[in-house]
């Protein structure tokens, strides 16, 4: 009895393992939760960072990117993330949503808000982008958080494939616009990731930063999250040897490059 009791704790032990390694929610998940028992015994002080957005924000799981790159530059502080944010949810949405205005009584060291993709498509949700913008920002600074907003990168080139010609750099320059504005009437910080974005797309064209036309690949999602830490940290991002897997060196410099110029 004991040799088959032996057997079937083997059994299901490797079982649980697989799962853990082989099923990528059941990973993520596992990875979560290992990192919070860590995470007790870890002497350094922490910051709290409370990320706003949609899915451009948690793709990927950007946000528990900003944790790996702090310890992998043997940062003096630690990040303790919470994420509210869900596919296509724009600032009106993010106002209007009970626990994201619970969430927004609290103090965090910092509060970073990303807007959806089409903030800039048309005057209405122009208005709106300021004006509900400005709404969660001013929730924020009641509790003396310290706020900071992505500025979006524009879509992928195919995605304008019908439109007028010059209709992407447009709308590039919308966006850049409208993020100026809202920081003029608000104070608050810009992450200007659409610039970086950009210059890395100058510098090699064929940068697979995006999964689609719309969202980040691995590779975006890791320039997002290198510049969110830059700003947060502010220091020098090539202390930060984290590299997500999928993305291979060469890659990794240019990146890194592209946003220490952008902060230096």
């Known amino acids: ?24 929610s059941v990973h993520a998940a596992f990875e979560k939760a290992f990192l919070s028992v860590t995470g007790m015994f ?30 992998s530059a043997n940062l003096p502080v630690r990040y303790d993330v919470t994420v509210r944010a869900w596919a296509g949810a724009t600032f009106e949405q993010n106002w209007n949503d009970a626990e994201t205005r619970q969430l927004l009584t609290q103090h965090w060291d910092h509060v970073i808000l990303q807007a959806e993709s089409a903030a800039h498509g048309d005057d209405t949700r122009r208005v709106s982008f300021q004006t509900n913008g400005a709404k969660l920002i001013a929730a924020a600074q009641a509790t003396k958080s310290p706020v900071a907003v992505i500025v979006n990168w524009v879509y992928a080139a195919p995605f304008f494939a019908d439109a007028p010609a010059g209709s992407r750099a447009l709308y590039l320059a919308r966006i850049q616009e409208d993020y100026r504005t809202l920081a003029q009437k608000t104070g608050v910080d810009l992450i200007n990731t659409a610039i970086v974005w950009e210059d890395v797309l100058s510098r090699d064209p064929k940068m697979p930063l995006y999964h689609d036309t719309n969202h980040p690949s691995i590779h975006g999602s890791y320039l997002s999250a290198l510049m969110i830490y830059g700003f947060l940290s502010a220091t020098d991002v090539g202390s930060v040897a984290y590299v997500p897997g999928s993305v291979d060196d060469v890659a990794a410099v240019v990146i890194k490059d592209a946003v220490r110029r952008h902060y230096h």
């Open 42 to 71: 870890d002497g350094r002080p922490v910051e709290t960072v409370l990320v706003i957005g949609n899915s451009r924000a948690y793709y990927n799981d950007m946000p528990d990117m900003l944790d790996e790159m702090a310890d």
């Open 1 to 24: 009895m004991k040799f088959r009791s032996f057997i079937l704790i083997y059994v299901v032990a490797v079982a649980i393992s697989l799962a853990v390694f082989m099923v990528p």
